[in-house]
T-cell receptor, first 116, second 118 residues
Framework: GAVVSQHPSRVICKSGTSVKIECRSL??????MFWYRQFPKQSLMLMAT?????????EQGVEKDKFLINHASLTLSTLTVTSAHPEDSSFYIC????????????FGEGSRLTVL | AQTVTQSQPEMSVQEAETVTLSCTYD???????LFWYKQPPSRQMILVIR??????QNATENRFSVNFQKAAKSFSLKISDSQLGDTAMYFC???????????????FGKGTKLSVIP
C-alpha cells in the first residue's frame, strides 16, 4: 500500500518557539493532504485541507496564522506551529489522497508535540 | 454537515469470539464512502474496511465485515475470530465523494476502544 511518512514523530519545544512537522507521500503524488489534531482519548479533528500549489483551507476555529500549512510539492506538506504554547501540545496526524484516486486516504504515523 | 455517531465508547471480547461495533451517520448526500479505521497503541491509523454507498453488497476483508444499511444510515463492523492484535481504537468515518469544497474530507466518530481478552 501507499506510504505516508511524518517527521518528526516526537518533538519537545519551549514555549514561544516554532515547530515544523513534515508529511511526505513516499510512493505516490498527493494533490490533497489533510492535517488533523487528536487530543488524548479523543477522535481526530480536521484542522485544514492542504492543496498543492494553493492556500490551505482551514476549518472553523483553527487559526491560520498559528498553524501555517505549506504544500509546495506533490509529495510534501508541512505544518508549522508558530509561537507554540503548552495548549498546542497534542498529537498531529496527516493524511494524503493519491492523485487520481477516489475515496482513499493514507495516514502518516503522527507527530507528538509537547510544548514546555 | 455530516455527523458520525459511535455509541459504544468501550467494548471487550474474548479471543476467538465475534464482536460487532456500531456506527450510525447522518447525511443528506446520496453518494459517499464509509470507512472503519483502526488505531492501535502506536497511533498509526490503519484502514480496516471501506464501503461505497452505491454498492448494496456489504464489504468484507478477511475477518472483518460490515453490515451497511443505507436507509437506516447504519454501518456496523463485525470482527470474527478476534485476535489479541485487534485491540485498538476503532473509528467509523464518512467521506463525501463529489469534487468541490469539502471533498475527500473524513468525518470521524468518537471511536470505540476494543479490548481483546486472552
Amino acid at each position: 500500500g501507499a506510504v505516508v511518512s511524518q517527521h518528526p514523530s516526537r518533538v519537545i519545544c519551549k514555549s514561544g518557539t516554532s515547530v515544523k512537522i513534515e508529511c511526505r507521500s513516499l510512493d505516490f503524488q498527493a494533490t490533497t493532504m489533510f492535517w488533523y489534531r487528536q487530543f488524548p482519548k479523543q477522535s481526530l479533528m480536521l484542522m485544514a485541507t492542504s492543496n498543492e500549489g494553493s492556500k490551505a483551507t482551514y476549518e472553523q476555529g483553527v487559526e491560520k496564522d498559528k498553524f501555517l500549512i505549506n504544500h509546495a510539492s506533490l509529495t510534501l506538506s508541512t505544518l508549522t506551529v508558530t509561537s507554540a504554547h503548552p495548549e498546542d501540545s497534542s498529537f498531529y496526524i496527516c493524511s494524503a489522497k493519491p492523485q487520481g484516486s477516489a475515496g482513499e486516504l493514507f495516514f502518516g504515523e503522527g507527530s507528538r508535540l509537547t510544548v514546555l | 454537515a455530516q455527523t458520525v455517531t459511535q455509541s459504544q465508547p468501550e467494548m471487550s471480547v474474548q479471543e476467538a469470539e465475534t464482536v460487532t461495533l456500531s456506527c450510525t451517520y447522518d447525511t443528506s448526500e446520496n453518494n459517499y464512502y464509509l470507512f472503519w479505521y483502526k488505531q492501535p497503541p502506536s497511533r498509526q491509523m490503519i484502514l480496516v474496511i471501506r464501503q461505497e454507498a452505491y454498492k448494496q453488497q456489504n464489504a468484507t476483508e478477511n475477518r472483518f465485515s460490515v453490515n451497511f444499511q443505507k436507509a437506516a444510515k447504519s454501518f456496523s463492523l463485525k470482527i470474527s475470530d478476534s485476535q489479541l492484535g485487534d485491540t485498538a481504537m476503532y473509528f467509523c468515518a464518512f467521506m463525501k465523494t463529489y469534487s468541490g469544497a469539502g471533498s475527500y474530507q473524513l468525518t470521524f466518530g468518537k471511536g470505540t476502544k476494543l479490548s481483546v481478552i486472552p
